[in-house]
């Protein structure tokens, strides 16, 4: 394990839920000392709890992470400021993916499934998915961007369109 990769999923689980321990009793469904031990590397999680963790990303993400992981190891400066770093460079490449004009956006409003869902602890945020598809079932390509629900109005209240709004507030908003 890598802390590279928990700084990441860290973030992401912060981004998500009110906090690690919401995610732990909710999710994981595991005690926080198993997560602290996990996350400062002293025993590992049993393999269905890694495959909730792994299900935060995309596939692409997923990729991504492995590769930043590698870039540490490379460039050990690299480790203070990983998780902006995967953040930026998500984003360079949604917006590389649209600006060619491959991708698709898909707005999903998260906090109306996630309140039928159960106990409070779920941040009220929506996800931005920009994909690009293949047309061969399961190889597409998705990044999501977890923002604020309070993103979701300046959108709408935009009189930009979606696609410019991306390019001009993502790399803001989700930073």
């Known amino acids: 394990m890598h802390q590279a990769m928990v700084d990441i999923m860290t973030d992401r689980i912060l981004n998500q839920f009110s906090s690690e321990a919401f995610f732990c009793e909710h999710v994981l469904k595991i005690e926080q000392i198993e997560w602290d031990a996990w996350k ?4 590992p999680l049993k393999a269905e709890d890694m495959q ?3 299900s935060l990303f995309s596939d692409y993400e997923w990729m991504l992470i492995q590769k930043l992981m590698r870039q540490t ?8 400021y ?26 999903i409003n998260r906090t109306d499934q996630s309140q ?3 106990p409070q602890g ?5 996800i931005l998915k920009v994909f690009l598809q293949y047309e061969v079932w399961g190889y597409d390509d998705c990044l999501e961007f977890c923002l604020p629900a309070t993103v979701q109005d300046q959108i709408k209240d935009s009189s930009k369109g979606l696609l410019e709004w991306v390019n001009e507030n993502l790399e803001e908003e989700y930073m």
């Open 116 to 118: 039928s869902e159960g």
């Open 40 to 43: 400062f590397h002293q025993t």
């Open 73 to 80: 190891c490379l460039f050990p400066e690299k480790r203070h």
């Open 82 to 107: 990983v998780v902006s770093e995967y953040k930026r460079v998500k984003t360079l490449i949604a917006k590389k993916w649209l600006q060619e004009g491959n991708a698709r956006i898909e707005l």
């Open 52 to 54: 909730k963790l792994m």
């Open 122 to 126: 779920y941040k009220e945020i929506f």
